[in-house]
């Protein structure tokens, strides 16, 4: 078991710089992580710099909250795929999951697939803010659609990745693949997230693991 291919080496603060990025792709190139996670803004920057190394680049639409229009999401799925993404972690509306409106999130995803064309998309459900019920059906819905995974989390909830949550997801998900992110803070949990049908991880402390020292979360 490669560790280093289920990590997307994430940088997702608010308060982050180009030296944040360009420190994140360096460690990223060295360790050979599957992608690194940025914002958005800065996709070009990636995109240049990691052209050829193997490392691909994934960035986030509807991001934190998730509540922003369809047209919206669209839109930034597009320009992100233009400036260089190669995968995309889309936030659902975590509203219409609490109000049980799937088919409303079915058409949702099935938009920002369609704009993704041939890239890969990952819907984040949120999981803290859900309950069981809530985690299967909405696992259910992205099982209908082209999405590639269901994720676990953006990281600005009050919790992260669990893994009775990772493998209620690869349960119902039938067949979509599983991303733990949030929360992983020790090689132990890795693995643990790996064994429970996790196949790509969110972190942050995507080098502390590998060393097998305490992260320091998402």
């Known amino acids: 078991m490669k560790l280093n291919e289920y990590i997307d080496h994430t940088f997702l603060r608010p308060t982050g710089t180009l030296a944040d990025i360009d420190t994140l792709i360096d460690e990223a190139i060295q360790y050979q992580f599957k992608s690194v996670c940025v914002h958005p803004v800065f996709v070009p920057h990636c995109r240049q710099r990691l052209e050829g190394t193997g490392v691909l680049v994934c960035t986030v639409v509807g991001f934190p909250l998730g509540q922003n229009t369809t047209a919206t999401k669209v839109f930034e799925t597009l320009n992100a795929i233009h400036n260089g993404a190669d995968e995309i972690d889309m936030v659902i509306n975590i509203g219409d999951a609490k109000m049980g409106h799937w088919e409303r999130i079915k058409e949702e995803i099935d938009e920002v697939v369609k704009a993704a064309g041939n890239h890969l998309v990952?819907?984040?459900?949120?999981?803290?803010?859900?309950?069981?019920?809530?985690?299967?059906?909405?696992?259910?819905?992205?099982?209908?659609?082209?999405?590639?995974?269901?994720?676990?989390?953006?990281?600005?909830?009050?919790?992260?990745?669990?893994?009775?949550?990772?493998?209620?997801?690869?349960?119902?998900?039938?067949?979509?693949?599983?991303?733990?992110?949030?929360?992983v803070r020790s090689q132990a949990d890795l693995v643990a997230m790996i064994q429970a049908g996790a196949t790509r991880i969110g972190t942050s402390s995507g080098v502390k693991l590998l060393r097998d020292e305490h992260g320091d979360g998402y």
Do not use: N, R, W
């Open 122 to 183: 990952k819907v984040i459900i949120e999981t803290c803010y859900l309950s069981k019920e809530e985690i299967i059906e909405v696992s259910k819905t992205v099982a209908k659609t082209q999405a590639g995974f269901i994720k676990t989390s953006t990281g600005f909830g009050p919790e992260g990745a669990k893994v009775e949550d990772v493998k209620l997801m690869k349960e119902y998900g039938a067949g979509k693949e599983v991303k733990a992110s949030g929360g």
